[in-house]
């Protein structure tokens, strides 16, 4: 797996817009005392129920592999010309 440019503030971008999903879905908010790593996996088993990301295989669900998949998962979201893409 290829580390992506900006990864690190895909994954934020991909937080915040997973969780909006996650709300708009009627699921309720994250408590505050939420980790990140609890997050990206509630986030990321949501959007494989919804079809929107394809699963990992079960041996390589871990967490930097989860972090990737929805950095992509938002990359592909964003115009072409967003600054995390340049």
């Known amino acids: ?7 690190q503030q895909l994954v934020k971008l991909a937080l915040k817009v997973g969780q909006n999903y996650a709300v708009n879905r009627g699921f309720s908010d994250f408590p505050e005392t939420a980790h990140a790593k609890e997050k990206i996996e509630c986030i990321y088993r949501l959007l494989v129920s919804d079809g929107l990301v394809t ?4 041996d390589q669900e871990d967490a ?5 998949r929805l950095a992509v998962w938002v990359m592909k979201k964003l115009p ?3 600054p995390l893409l340049q």
Do not use: G, I, V, W
């Open 1 to 7: 797996m290829k580390k992506l440019k900006n990864e």
């Open 64 to 68: 930097q592999s989860l972090r990737h």
């Open 55 to 58: 699963p990992l295989p079960e």
């Open 80 to 82: 072409p010309e967003h």
